[in-house]
């Protein structure tokens, strides 16, 4: 199993929108290194949510219930998405800055490469990840 971040403006498709769907197709990604990920993605790998925008925080989890697909509203076999199912919120949010202050986060994609909207979660973050959202915010 493998373990991803999903990013998402808040106000175009939140986790709470998810929850509301119970599944959907994760679409609208151009980023050719970010569709690079999706393609490397399973069914039963899990991804955490993350809002952009003036949120930007770890959300919740999702899990990967289908294999990487082309999208079907597109006329375009490289652009390719998967549906994902909502898990579990977070009991609380874990801000960008929680992220970029702790050591345990070093070198993360999330961190390097701002831009990309999928980033792989090596597991000691994903891990790491869980607790904190688990404690109280700094």
């Known amino acids: 199993m493998a373990y991803w971040l999903l990013k998402s403006e808040p106000d175009v498709y939140s986790y709470d929108d998810l929850a509301r769907d ?18 490397s993605m ?32 597109l006329n375009d076999p490289t652009r390719v998405v998967m549906t994902v199912k909502p898990m579990k919120k977070f009991k609380r949010p874990v801000t960008l800055a929680e992220i970029k202050a702790d050591p345990v ?8 490469i701002g831009r990309l909207s999928v980033v792989p979660v090596p597991e000691k973050m994903w891990k790491h990840l869980e607790q904190l959202s688990e404690t109280a915010g700094a």
Do not use: C
């Open 105 to 112: 986060f070093a070198g993360w994609d999330l961190l390097r």
């Open 42 to 73: 399973n069914k039963g790998d899990l991804a955490i949510i993350y809002h952009t925008g003036e949120e930007r925080a770890a959300i919740g989890i999702a899990e990967i219930i289908s294999q990487p697909h082309a999208d079907a509203k």
């Open 22 to 39: 119970k599944k959907t197709d994760w679409d609208g990604v151009n980023n050719n290194t970010a569709l690079m990920h999706i393609r």
